[in-house]
């Protein structure tokens, strides 16, 4: 009787090398994507004063300033939405489509910016219409970051921090070119011209670049969690998640208040500083260039950092920091009104906020198993975002008009820092953070 032939053992399926070919397009099809939606919403809030004089009446530019800075707090509103329906359907139907359609979504609300004309030719339906377009890119936007930082962090779990930092160094990319356009354009053309095209120009350089994400997005593979878990699923990710999944929910978005409210707050500072402080236009945003430059090159090497060391020894440090050191900051902005002063404080800000949130996406990921990881991670993120950040230039302005007081906003950084190191210490108690 012959033996039986010995089956050969099966193999597992191989870990993706972070080095590989298929690692590096899934970093550019996130990055070129994500960068190309935040640079749009960081163009809006950088060219608010002329978009406020465009499409909103009145005769008092502070007035008006609030006025588009509403519109742009209101839109983040429609962003948790658009986080749970496109979240949902990137744990159901794969990441790679949600950020197909993200990307198409977020292209058809920069085209309608770019093209919308003003008050002066449509009345009331020019400030009706730009509403429309921002709840357009913030319903997009709002499905961007959890199909986005899934994707990344499931291409090598060994190096999720680092992998998950191109999140938001993407958005630091963003700020860089969006500050890039402001200061440019502001040195080279006069308020009459800002007023009436020149802060059009970033929107239709963002048209530009839309088909190009599309294009790597469509040809990229989706992530190996996808691929893994293709059974199909008896509850909707929403119900899991609130089921199942409320205490990463509240982790998840608590240790994002910091960084949500310095982002805000970075983007307000030119405005801040040519408002209030009476600093030159081109000069003020040059100052928010460097802190884009900041984020976009410093985010990574702490992604690494944290691969190797730990998150935690990062990123406590970066919130005690920047809680103790916004009032400080703020004092010295207005007791030195300078160009200098500016640049130095929106570089600290910009370090700090990088050292914290540049390992922040890993452990906003691990705080939601993987079938529900884009919608635990698109609705913790927006509905943060929506009431932290969103009108964090609105609640500056206001805070700054409303008191008289140039530090005000310094304090208001100091909340959101407490708050976000009590999130921190539930993680570690709850085991997300190690």
């Known amino acids: 009787m012959t033996a039986p032939a010995p089956q050969p053992t099966p193999t597992p ?72 329906l496109l979240g949902a359907y990137a744990d159901r139907r794969g990441r790679k489509k949600a950020l197909m359609l993200s990307i198409r979504l977020m292209v058809l609300g920069t085209l309608l910016l770019a093209v919308m004309p003003g008050y002066g030719t449509l009345g009331i339906a020019a400030p009706v219409g730009v509403v429309l377009a921002r709840l357009l890119q913030g319903f997009a936007a709002g499905g961007e970051f959890g199909a986005a930082t899934s994707f990344l962090v499931e291409q090598d779990e060994r190096r999720k921090s680092f992998l998950g930092s191109f999140q938001f160094a993407s958005q630091g990319l963003s700020t860089l070119m969006a500050a890039g356009f402001a200061a440019g354009l502001t040195a080279v053309l006069s308020r009459q011209q800002m007023d009436a095209w020149g802060w059009r120009v970033p929107f239709v350089f963002g048209l530009l670049i839309g088909p190009v994400g599309y294009v790597v997005r469509r040809y990229v593979e989706d992530s190996p969690a996808v691929a893994a878990a293709r059974e199909p699923r008896d509850r909707s990710p929403m119900v899991t998640v609130f089921r199942d999944h409320w205490r990463g929910l509240l982790i998840a978005g608590g240790v994002l208040v910091v960084s949500t409210a310095v982002n805000f707050m970075l983007q307000y500072l030119p405005a801040y500083g040519i408002d209030e402080l009476g600093l030159d236009d081109s000069l003020s945003f040059t100052a928010l260039l460097i802190a884009g430059a900041v984020l976009t090159f410093v985010t990574p090497v702490v992604g690494l950092l944290g691969d190797r060391y730990g998150r935690l020894r990062l990123m406590v440090p970066a919130a005690l920091l920047l809680g103790a050191t916004a009032v400080p900051l703020f004092l010295w902005l207005t007791a030195v009104p300078s160009f200098l002063t500016l640049a130095l404080c929106t570089t600290i800000l910009g370090l700090l906020k990088a050292v914290y949130f540049g390992t922040l996406p890993s452990v906003m990921a691990d705080a939601f198993p993987p079938h529900a990881r884009a919608t635990g991670l698109s609705f913790s993120y927006n509905t943060t975002v929506a ?27 100091l909340a959101t820092a407490l708050l976000s190191v009590t999130a921190l210490g539930a993680a570690v108690r709850t085991g997300t953070l190690r």
């Open 13 to 84: 399926a191989p870990t993706r090398a972070p080095a590989s070919r298929s690692t590096t397009r899934a970093i550019a099809a996130a990055t070129i994507g994500n960068a190309l939606e935040w640079f749009d919403l960081a163009v809006y809030a950088l060219m608010a004063a002329h978009i406020g004089r465009a499409f909103f009446p009145g005769d008092d530019p502070g007035v008006q300033l609030v006025q588009a800075y509403a519109v742009f707090g209101v839109t983040y509103l429609v962003r948790p939405l658009g986080g749970l």
């Open 387 to 413: 009431v932290f950040g969103g009108f964090t230039p609105t609640i500056a302005a206001a805070l700054t008009r409303a008191t008289g007081s140039g530090v005000a906003p310094g304090y208001y950084l």
